[in-house]
């Protein structure tokens, strides 16, 4: 993906800034993600990208590549310790492949 290809209509940029920088919302998200994506006028392939965790589809989007990296972040690990898991599910969305679990990437 090219800087050039980034979508900057998109509003899953506004959403993942959003959710970065409001801890608030963050918490919300973890409880209800439904209700907080429903307060964003996201595409419908925006949407379930998001839902199905598929960053490849995100990148297709216009998706900028920063925002993938501290989105999971905020998806996988929370902004914890956990940003191997994060790494590791981005990766493995971008290529296609199966998540590894945690007992592979050596998480408890």
């Given amino acids: ?24 919302l963050r918490q919300e998200f973890e409880k209800d993600e439904a209700a907080v994506l429903d ?18 589809a ?4 216009g998706f900028h590549p920063y925002l993938g990296a ?5 998806l996988f690990a929370n902004n914890k310790s956990g940003a191997t898991s994060a790494v590791q599910h981005l990766l493995a969305s971008i290529r296609r492949e199966r ?6 990437t050596g998480e408890a």
């Avoid at 501290?70 to 905020?74: G, M, V």
């Fill in 39 to 56: 307060r964003y006028p996201l595409t419908p392939a925006e949407r379930t990208a998001i839902e199905e965790r598929d960053f490849r």
């Fill in 1 to 24: 993906m090219s800087l050039q290809s980034i979508n900057r209509a998109l509003v899953s940029h506004d959403l993942v800034q959003d959710l970065k920088w409001n801890g608030e």
């Fill in 58 to 61: 995100l990148y297709d989007l």
């Fill in 99 to 104: 998540v590894p679990d945690r007992s592979e």
């Fill in 70 to 74: 501290q989105f999971a972040r905020i």
